[in-house]
T-cell receptor, first 111, second 115 residues
Framework: RKEVEQDPGPFNVPEGATVAFNCTYS??????FFWYRQDCRKEPKLLMS???SGNEDGRFTAQLNRASQYISLLIRDSKLSDSATYLC????????????FGAGTTVTVRA | DGGITQSPKYLFRKEGQNVTLSCEQN?????MYWYRQDPGQGLRLIYY???????QKGDIAEGYSVSREKKESFPLTVTSAQKNPTAFYLC??????????????FGPGTRLTVT
């Protein structure tokens, strides 16, 4: 079983729509969770960390469900510039700060 | 401007040749990482280094080698023993200390094609 699994999509949504997707992780000992954004043929960049209580950053909301071992990302009022691949990232629960990356969920926002 | 540089952006090699990918950072980060990304897969860790003159194997180290002689530099050599070297290679560094440790800064990557 992969450490981090994501629905690859693509999610095709019109501008202004809300889109949400999840990822599941296998290691119940993981403590830290993140969403990274990767544009086509570019490097990943940290979008937001995911906290136990859930957190919001502008139009982006991240939630963590430890019992079911999944995290979610919701994007409100989608913009064309939100088109990207969103990588779910989880710590490997080791002492050396390694991260496990999901394969990504692709979102395409159309005009 | 602080950041991570990788060169070259595109690299073409013949099978059987070793090739070294460059990674330099001026962020004063202690930890550095090498990943490879293949279509439809998540980033996979090749090697990482938490401090100068020390490095550890990641999940897919076979056929690769690294060195960390300077804090700023973490070159990756793809040897002829690597069976499927064609991939997108990403170098990253991490801020020191336990806070914000999940934020890794990535270089722009090197696309290696071996024929």
């Amino acid at each position: 079983r992969k450490e981090v699994e994501q629905d690859p999509g693509p999610f095709n949504v019109p501008e202004g729509a809300t889109v949400a997707f999840n990822c599941t992780y296998s290691n119940s000992a993981s403590q830290s969770f993140f969403w990274y954004r990767q544009d086509c043929r570019k490097e990943p960049k940290l979008l937001m960390s995911v906290y136990s209580s859930g957190n919001e950053d502008g139009r982006f909301t991240a939630q963590l469900n430890r019992a079911s071992q999944y995290i979610s990302l919701l994007i409100r009022d989608s913009k064309l510039s939100d088109s990207a691949t969103y990588l779910c990232v989880v710590d490997s629960a080791s002492n050396d700060y390694k991260l496990s990356f999901g394969a990504g969920t692709t979102v395409t926002v159309r005009a | 401007d602080g950041g991570i540089t990788q060169s070259p952006k595109y690299l073409f090699r013949k099978e059987g040749q070793n090739v070294t990918l460059s990674c330099e950072q001026n962020l004063n980060h202690d930890a550095m990482y090498w990943y490879r990304q293949d279509p439809g897969q998540g980033l996979r860790l090749i090697y990482y280094s938490q401090i100068v003159n020390d490095f550890q194997k990641g999940d897919i180290a076979e056929g690769y080698s690294v060195s960390r002689e300077k804090k700023e530099s973490f070159p990756l050599t793809v040897t002829s023993a690597q069976k499927n070297p064609t991939a997108f290679y990403l170098c990253a560094s991490r801020i020191s200390g336990t806070g914000l440790w999940g934020e890794q800064y990535f270089g722009p990557g090197t696309r290696l094609t071996v024929t």
